[in-house]
C-alpha cells in the first residue's frame, strides 16, 4: 500500500541555518503531497502541498518539489527562526475510494537561538 | 484556525468507559475524516464520511464506531476503553472526496487520557 517515510529526527539546528528534512513516498498513482506542521501543545496545520509532478509549494519560507523520478518531497528553509520549533509531517493524499492522508512518522525539530 | 472544531479539548476518563468526541466541519464541505494520533503508531487513518454516510474504513477498532449527521457533524464513539486508547483524535474536513481542492483541514484534536 502507499507508505511515507521521513527522517528520523530530532533535527536541532541553530538559528539561520540551512534546513533539509527528507521524505520519499510510494504510491501508486500520483498523489497529492503535503507537509504539515504541528507546533507545541496545537493541532496539524497544513504548510504546503504539491498536487502534480514537478510542482512546488511553499509557505513561509518553506519550500518542497515533487519529483515523481524519486518520489520524493524534500522540506528545506533557506534560514531557519527558533519559532519554526516544531514537529513536521510529510504526507500524500491517496487517490483511492478511501481518500485518505498518509503520514509519515514526523521529523522534530530543534532551533537554538 | 482552520473553520473546523472539535470539542472537547481535552478528556480523562477510566478504563472500561464510553465517549463521544465531536467534530463539526468547515461550512460547506461534506467529508469528514478521523484519524488518531498515538506514541507507538502516528497519525493514523480511522474512517471517513461523505454527507453522512460511511466511505472508507482504515484502522479503526470494533469498539469504534462513528456517524455524520444531517448536519454534517461528526461524531466517534469510544467504548471499552483501554489504556492504549490515550491519544490525540483529529477530525478533518474537505469539500468532497477526491475534490479537484484535494485538501483536509484540520481542527484542533481531542485529547483523551484513559487511566
Known amino acids: 500500500g502507499d507508505s511515507v517515510t521521513q527522517m528520523e529526527g530530532p533535527v536541532t539546528l541553530s538559528e539561520e541555518a540551512f534546513l533539509t528534512i527528507n521524505c520519499t513516498y510510494t504510491?501508486?498513482?500520483?498523489?497529492?503531497l503535503f507537509w504539515y506542521v504541528q507546533y507545541p501543545g496545537e493541532g496539524l496545520q497544513l504548510l504546503l502541498k504539491?498536487?502534480?509532478?514537478?510542482d512546488k509549494g511553499s509557505n513561509k519560507g518553506f519550500e518542497a518539489t515533487y519529483r515523481k523520478e524519486t518520489t520524493s518531497f524534500h522540506l528545506e528553509k533557506g534560514s531557519v527562526q527558533v519559532s519554526d520549533s516544531a514537529v513536521y509531517f510529510c504526507a500524500l493524499r491517496s487517490r483511492d475510494r478511501d481518500d485518505k492522508i498518509i503520514f509519515g512518522k514526523g521529523t522534530r525539530l530543534h532551533i537554538l537561538p | 484556525d482552520s473553520g473546523v472544531t472539535q470539542t472537547p479539548k481535552h478528556l480523562i476518563t477510566a478504563t472500561g468507559q464510553r465517549v463521544t468526541l465531536r467534530c463539526s466541519p468547515r461550512s460547506g464541505d461534506l467529508s469528514v475524516y478521523w484519524y488518531q494520533q498515538s506514541l507507538d503508531q502516528g497519525l493514523q487513518f480511522l474512517i471517513h464520511?461523505?454527507?453522512?454516510?460511511?466511505?472508507a474504513k482504515g484502522n479503526i477498532l470494533e469498539r469504534f464506531s462513528a456517524q455524520q449527521f444531517p448536519d454534517l457533524h461528526s461524531e466517534l464513539n469510544l467504548s471499552s476503553l483501554e489504556l492504549g486508547d490515550s491519544a490525540l483524535y483529529f477530525c478533518a474536513s474537505s469539500v468532497a472526496p477526491r475534490s479537484s481542492y484535494n485538501e483536509q483541514f484540520f481542527g484542533p484534536g481531542t485529547r483523551l487520557t484513559v487511566l
Open positions: 464520511y461523505y454527507n453522512g454516510e460511511e466511505r
Open positions: 504539491a498536487t502534480k509532478a514537478d
Open positions: 504510491a501508486t498513482g500520483y498523489p497529492s
